[in-house]
């Protein structure tokens, strides 16, 4: 079955360490997205990818990067990690189609100590 | 800045009851409308959408969209303890792939 995948499913690192949380998609979707969710803030979108070579900006994209190399995975990056990177991330998929469902992969819960 | 506002609750409503989640936006331009559950420590899982004015039947579950207002409801019919999780709002603009999602109403059914 076509599926979304995310790993590490749990992380603790360190205040200043490069991380990177990666996504994997089976579904051939174009857009991919990644959403950090933290008590009293619901989801809140980080970066986004309509396909191959795109990539953008969410809300709260700053100290965050990805790239997108083919249609299946979607890395998120912490260039430089943060106390307040603490959360639980989300990657979600859609098709390119003006009604799309977005589903979401099972998280990576991190822990910047 | 597009908002989508939920109570937060948690709300109460005894086994077998209806519960009523409701959901307000502040864009016009608003075209799609999604209702996600998420139970504790799990990913958000698609209920059901709406795009046009009126109610959508599915199951137990109801969605009612009113444009004009700018709010979107999700009720659940017969209650079940299973049903206990928080539901997450979002909103779709025209021409975005993009979703705006509320922070959640917490529902707890009671046996």
């Known amino acids: 079955d076509a599926e979304i995948t995310q790993s590490p499913r749990h992380k603790i690192t360190e205040t200043g360490r490069q991380v990177t949380l990666a996504c994997h998609q089976t579904?051939?979707?174009?857009?991919m997205f990644w959403y950090r969710q933290d008590l009293g803030h619901g989801l809140r979108l980080i970066h986004y990818s309509y396909g191959v070579q795109d990539t953008n900006k969410g809300e709260v994209s700053d100290g965050y990067s990805v790239s997108r190399s083919n249609t299946e995975d979607l890395p998120l990056t912490l260039e430089s990690a943060a106390s307040s990177q603490t959360s639980v991330y989300f990657c979600?998929?859609?098709?390119?189609?003006?009604?799309?469902?977005?589903?979401f992969g099972p998280g990576t819960r991190l822990t910047v100590l | 800045q597009k908002e989508v506002e939920q109570n937060s609750g948690p709300l109460s409503v005894p086994e077998g009851a209806i519960a009523s989640l409701n959901c307000t936006y502040s864009?016009?331009?608003?075209?799609?409308f999604f209702w996600y559950r998420q139970y504790s420590g799990k990913s958000p899982e698609l209920i059901m959408f709406i795009y046009s004015n009126g109610d959508k039947e599915d199951g137990r579950f109801t969605a009612q969209l009113n444009k004009a207002s700018q709010y979107v409801s999700l009720l659940i019919r017969d209650s079940q303890p299973s049903d206990s999780a928080t539901y997450l709002c979002?909103?779709?603009?025209?021409?975005?792939?993009?979703?705006?999602f509320g922070s959640g109403t917490k529902l707890n059914v009671k046996p």
């Open positions: 979002a909103v779709k603009y025209d021409n975005f792939n993009k979703f705006y």
């Open positions: 864009d016009r331009g608003s075209q799609s």
């Open positions: 979600a998929s859609s098709i390119r189609k003006s009604t799309d469902t977005q589903y």
């Open positions: 579904w051939n979707h174009n857009n």
